[in-house]
């Protein structure tokens, strides 16, 4: 099994909550839930492993910015959530 080389930096996402996010930024409650219920459809679809260390890792961080109310954040760990499930369908299975 290939191990990803390089963990991306998430730290932009770990700020603590109640941390000031600007207006502009759109906080939109449907819309959160329904892209984080899409990510979990996602990479479930595609059998890949929640454990993963870098689907583990976003998926801590999605946690964070929705207590945060940071639809930005949000979104940007989604997609590299629904990345690396993508990159690990594309793996040869260890059988």
């Keep these: 099994m290939q ?3 390089q963990l991306p930096d998430l730290g932009f996402l ?5 941390t000031h996010v600007p207006e502009w930024v759109g906080w939109d409650t ?6 984080m219920s899409d990510t979990d459809a996602t990479v479930e679809r595609l059998g890949a492993h ?3 260390s870098v689907i583990a890792r ?3 961080s999605v946690v964070v910015a929705h ?3 940071d639809m930005a954040s949000i979104r940007g760990a989604c997609r590299l959530i629904e990345e690396r499930a993508n990159e690990l369908t594309k793996q040869p299975r260890k059988d």
């Design 3 to 5: 191990q990803h080389s």
């Design 14 to 18: 770990d700020r603590e909550p109640g």
């Design 30 to 35: 449907k819309a959160a839930l329904a892209l």
């Design 50 to 52: 929640g454990a993963d």
């Design 58 to 60: 976003a998926a801590d």
């Design 67 to 69: 207590g945060r109310r």
